[in-house]
Each structure stands twice: as C-alpha cells, then as structure tokens.
C-alpha cells in the first residue's frame, strides 16, 4: 500500500503549537451503577501531542475516547477541547450541562475512528467521506466531493472512490473511515483499537497511514491500542490505564525500557509474552 502526497488543507507538522493543553480531562468521573469505570482522571494532552493509551480490559481505556465524542456522558469534572468545556457550558459564573448546539459545534473539533470500521454500508467510500461535511459543516456537495477526494487520495485510495464498503478489504475499509473522520478537519483525532479487526498482514497498511498524518500534519491524537510496538514507536507519551485511573505514563521509550510501578511491569511481561 502507497500513500499519495497531495495537497489537503490540514495545518503542517511545523505549524506553530499552541503552549495551552489541546485536551484536558480535570478530575473526571463515569460510573455504570455501582461500577467506577473512571475515577477522577487527570489527563492533559498538548496540542500536537500523540498519546497512547494502553491498559488490560475494562480499565476505562475506551471511555476516555467516547466521552470524548460525547457518546458517554460524564459524571462529575470537566472535559475541555481547545480551552473550551465539552459537555458543559459558561452560563454566568457556571457550568451548565451543554445544549445541542454546543455540542455539535465541539464534535466538529474532534474525529474518531472506530476498531470495527462503522461505515455507511450503501454508500461508497467517497460519500462516506462526504457525509459529515455536508451535513455537518454545511459545505456544499462540490465542495465535500473534492475534499473526500483529496483525502482519500491521501490515504492511497484514490482508485476506490466509486468502491462500497463490502468491495473493500478490512485495511481499506479503515482507511476510508480515517479519510472520513479528517473530512470535518478535526484538531483531535483518536483511535479506538483500529487494527484490532484486521488480520496481522493488513496492519502495517493502516499504521503506515497513521504514522503519515503523525509526522506531516498538526494533529492532536490519542490512541488505544495493544499494539505495543508501535506505540513506543510513534507515541510522545504513553499512559497505562488501571481500575480507571493512570497508573503510570511516560515518554514512550523511558515507559517501556524502565517502568516504575510493579502493575505497569506485570502488565508489560504479560502482553509481551504474548506476542
């Protein structure tokens, strides 16, 4: 699989960072009942940071990315996105649960890209990837056409446009909902496990993909994932989930050459015996 340089308008990797936290996840609580899936988390994230987020099973890993998307409401703190509350609101000298409006304009600041694909099965990849301009940002279907184009030229694509999802294999499928998922330009782009569907061979093609927008676009991104290589290749920072709380976080080298909590160590052992 080959990636195509092509001209999108997404800020550049040289393009100047902003010193303010692009994400930031201040004393946040999610409970199911009597379940604390996160407690209290404190998570900031950099603007152009990547951060992965690594952890076993039902360590609150996936949550941090769906009330992310507001798809999980939260039950006590505050999440910003670019300085602004996500699912709240200024209402005088408070904070108010955020109405509609709000939040759809705050989604347009965020993309995701899910561990089971998630398109459109009767529509081809390029009106996948036209869908959330025109309906979302209002753009006009000359214009969201052209942009899909671009994108999905961008992630080697360019020759499936006419393609639906069922004419696809597992690797271009997610490589259509990244080209998807950017079609709104989103400041934040998070990966929920997205080479987990895949079959071994059809990995490298989509991390090649993430790997490109990592190194040549201005995008903020956090990633869950338990391919472990790679995150301590492509990431900044790692951060490892335990019973809904960072147990232990890092520059992604120093985290796996020199862990410092014995969970952190324990955990590590076992996923990379299991390689």
Do not use: W
Not at 141 to 151: Q, S
Request: proline share 4%.
């Amino acid at each position: 699989m080959t990636t195509t340089t092509t001209h999108i308008d997404l800020p550049s990797s040289d393009a100047p960072v902003d010193a303010a936290p692009m994400v930031v996840f201040d004393a946040v609580t999610k409970r199911y009942g009597d379940l604390t899936v996160l407690d209290r988390l404190d998570l900031s994230v950099a603007a152009n940071e990547k951060v992965a987020i690594i952890g076993p099973s039902g360590s609150g890993k996936t949550t941090v990315l769906r009330m992310l998307m507001t798809l999980e409401s939260i039950d006590d703190g505050v999440i910003r996105v670019g300085g602004e509350p996500l699912t709240h609101m200024q209402q005088g000298d408070r904070l108010v649960r955020a109405n509609a409006q709000h939040l759809r304009r705050m989604r347009g600041h965020i993309g995701m890209v899910f561990q089971h694909f998630n398109l459109f099965p009767h529509m081809t990849a390029l009106k996948n990837c036209m869908e959330a301009p025109v309906t979302v940002l209002g753009l006009s279907t000359d214009e969201a056409r052209e942009r899909a184009g671009e994108l999905l030229n961008m992630v080697g694509l360019g020759d499936k446009l006419d393609h639906y999802p069922a004419q696809l294999s597992g690797g271009q499928q997610q490589r259509v909902a990244i080209a998807r998922a950017l079609a709104v330009r989103p400041k934040v782009m998070l990966f929920d496990e997205v080479t987990s569907a895949l079959d071994p061979e059809l990995c490298g093609e989509v991390l090649s993909v993430i790997r490109t927008l990592g190194s040549e676009h201005n995008l903020t991104m956090l990633m869950v994932t338990h391919q472990m290589g790679f995150a301590r290749e492509f990431a900044d920072r790692v951060c490892f989930f335990d019973q809904g709380r960072i147990a232990e976080q890092g520059p992604a080298k120093s985290f796996y050459e020199n862990p410092q909590e014995a969970r952190t160590q324990q955990f590590l052992r076992a996923v990379m015996d299991a390689v």
